[in-house]
């Protein structure tokens, strides 16, 4: 066992995430770790080993360099290209990874950003500080649904082989660290909460009335003036991948019966055709008063606007383990009627939205229903208190805190490997 402890200042992170800035498709994890470059990054060296194109496409982002070392905010980040020369270069960087560098995956399932990694430390030619994994979510009972003998099988093979001793797992909710004890591959897990865009924690409470500012899109202070709401009309929105984890299908039939004048507008990419073609289905049976609108994707900049501009953000998502589109949509101004399945709960409570469970649809029409015949009396009122709720939640000190903590714990880890 080697006691040398490495000097915090002088060690590294090295994160590996498939996809990272400026790249926006890929959703919560690119957040994550852009807020926790952000909070920090003054404090800590951050390597970030990426792919050189956004998910889904295969364009390279413009005006990248590939496989060299760019400053990006508050880390240095490398830009792989896709094929073999890629692969031998992340090959090359996890070779030369040593004592003083903590290896943060941020996934369980992929293949090139952690179990190549994983595999090669277990082979003893990656020996990293510590390993920290966060799995992001893919441990709830919902994601391993899918694909779930893959899944399984894996999971399996890593327990027979011990491919995670001595790892610390890093639970982003209490929920999720309750996932990640039912896989029964380690007991070393660690709940340290998202970090919040900085901006957010920069918002005076009750600062706004009828508009929302669109305080998540990277410190803009711009305004969006809000339409009145008026009784009988509801203006929902879906902003998420659409894929069958975040429930769009759901989303359209728990839609279905609601009276009174309803859209509903949903962006993001459709990464997933066979779910893309069964949600138009779904949509092609839908009633008259329901005007229903797919409006492509959208950069992370332009989010707070178009939540801003609707009613209530509908997100009946299987599972999330942050969700921060819903932190995104309460920041702006939007309601939010969600699953039970994200941390994000007792909101009801909070007067700032709903968590409801996904075998109950029809109190998610009942919710609906209500928004519909609402007044803008009411509807003000409960946009008022959704941003006041996220600006606390945004200027929490204790989650930044529990970061650290985690990676001091990681860099003062007993290096067995």
Not at 192 to 207: C, F, K, N, Q, T
């Amino acid at each position: 066992m080697d006691s040398v402890v490495p000097d915090f200042a002088s060690s590294t992170i090295l994160v590996l995430v498939g996809t990272y800035l400026p790249g926006y498709k890929a959703g919560g994890p690119i957040r994550s770790i852009a807020n926790l470059v952000a909070a920090l990054g003054g404090d800590i060296h951050f390597k970030v080993v990426t792919l050189d194109h956004d998910l889904g496409e295969k364009l390279s982002f413009p005006g990248i360099v590939a496989n060299r070392w760019v400053r990006v905010g508050k880390a240095d980040v490398m830009y792989l290209q896709p094929g073999l020369r890629g692969f031998l270069r992340l090959w090359a960087l996890l070779r030369a990874v040593d004592q003083n560098t903590v290896l943060y995956l941020n996934s369980f399932f992929a293949r090139r950003f952690s179990m190549l990694p994983v595999t090669m430390r277990w082979l003893k030619l990656c020996r990293p500080r510590c390993l920290v994994v966060a799995p992001r979510g893919e441990f709830s009972a919902e994601a391993l649904r899918l694909k779930r003998l893959r899944k399984h099988l894996y999971i399996r093979i890593a327990r027979w082989l011990g491919l995670y001793l001595g790892t610390i797992w890093h639970a982003s909710s209490d929920f999720e660290a309750e996932d990640i004890r039912r896989v029964q591959l380690t007991q070393d897990i660690n709940v340290a909460g998202v970090v919040h865009d900085l901006e957010l924690s920069r918002v005076a409470p009750s600062s706004v009335v009828v508009t929302a500012s669109d305080v998540a899109g990277g410190g803009s202070s711009v305004s969006h003036a809000r339409s009145p709401k008026r009784t009988g009309q509801l203006r929902a929105v879906f902003v998420s991948r659409i894929s069958r984890m975040k429930n769009l299908s759901g989303a359209l039939r728990m839609l279905a019966g609601v009276s009174g004048d309803v859209s509903f507008d949903m962006y993001g990419p459709a990464e997933d055709s066979e779910y893309w073609e069964e949600c138009r289905s779904v949509m092609a049976a839908l009633p008259d008063n329901l005007r229903v609108r797919y409006c492509g994707q959208i950069a992370h900049e332009k989010v707070a606007q178009v939540l801003a501009e609707h009613d209530l953000f509908l997100f009946p998502t299987l599972g999330e383990n942050y969700g921060h589109v819903i932190c995104e949509a309460l920041s702006s101004g939007c309601p939010v009627l969600i699953s039970d399945q994200t941390p994000w709960r007792n909101l009801e409570a909070e007067g700032v939205g709903w968590d409801i469970p996904l075998g109950e649809p029809e109190r998610f029409r009942s919710v609906l229903q209500q928004c519909v015949d609402a007044d803008d009396q009411w509807f003000t009122e409960l946009s008022r208190r959704a941003m006041d709720y996220a600006a606390k939640r945004a200027s929490d000190p204790g989650t930044i805190e529990a970061n650290r903590k985690l990676f001091q714990k990681a860099f003062a880890w007993p290096n067995r490997h």
